[in-house]
């Protein structure tokens, strides 16, 4: 459960020398966070694409981020002898944290370029809903996190889930709905490729032959700052 976890008492709290050694003194804190990030698929695939954007998986189960942290471990260690540094996967680490009650403990107000929600638990009876990880009240916090501009992503292969998230996306009002194409037309087809298929459950789903739906938002500018 929580109480065994130990949590910053803030993000000042946090030091990110400890998770990103080669990116000490540049004074960078994460860019992108993961959340529910499994097994850590997607902070591989992107990790050599953007490396010099830091990231961040937060996994609430103890064995599952253990096996992340000791993937980036090793890929260092095998990489950083035939790769440059900035190859190295050093630009990305993961707590173990429940994102539903911390994770304004980690990121700073408008710290984050892009969040992303990978194929989260569906909890699927209606009085399991309060447990699904997009709701008015955590919209509310990762609004405050995302910077303007940024980006949520999310995609499941549960249809009735896909719709609860839109939704309660669409309702609020620091997101605004941004299509696939628009953000292809961006640049952000890499993000958007790893986003379908780098992830263990996303490729779970492919071999299983299932759907995927895909949902994005921008973080909009409020009228006045919040
Ligand atoms: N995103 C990964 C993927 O696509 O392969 C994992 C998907 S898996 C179905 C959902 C993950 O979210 C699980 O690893 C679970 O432990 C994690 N999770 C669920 N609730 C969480 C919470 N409150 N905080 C952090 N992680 C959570």
Not at 15 to 36: C, L, Q, R
Not at 83 to 94: G, T, W
Not at 134 to 154: F, K
Request: with cysteine; charged share 20%; net charge neutral.
């Amino acid at each position: 459960s929580d109480h065994s976890l130990e949590y910053p008492c803030s993000p000042q709290n946090v030091d990110w020398n400890e998770h990103y050694p080669a990116f000490s003194g540049t004074g960078k804190s994460p860019e992108f966070a993961d959340i529910g990030c499994g097994f850590g698929g997607l902070l591989i695939a992107l990790a050599p694409l953007y490396p010099d954007t830091l990231m961040l998986g937060m996994e609430i189960r103890v064995q599952v981020s253990e096996y992340v942290r000791d993937r980036i471990a090793a890929l260092r260690a095998t990489s950083s002898s035939s790769q440059s540094p900035s190859s190295s996967f050093q630009n990305v680490s993961i707590v173990r944290a429940n994102a539903m009650k911390f994770l304004p403990n980690y990121f700073p107000k408008h710290s984050l370029s892009a969040i992303f929600f990978l194929f989260p638990d569906p909890h699927f009876k209606s009085r399991k809903h309060k447990a699904r990880i997009i709701s008015p009240t955590l919209l509310a916090e990762y609004a405050y996190a995302l910077r303007p501009g940024g980006v949520i992503y999310t995609i499941t292969d549960v249809h009735d889930l896909h719709e609860w998230m839109k939704s309660h996306l669409e309702a609020f009002p620091l997101f605004e709905g941004i299509s696939e194409e628009a953000l292809r037309s961006q640049g952000c087809g890499p993000i958007l490729d790893a986003v379908y298929s780098s992830t263990e459950e996303g490729k779970k789903v492919e071999r299983n032959g299932g759907g995927k739906w895909l949902a994005c938002f921008k973080r909009i500018e409020a009228t006045r700052n919040v």
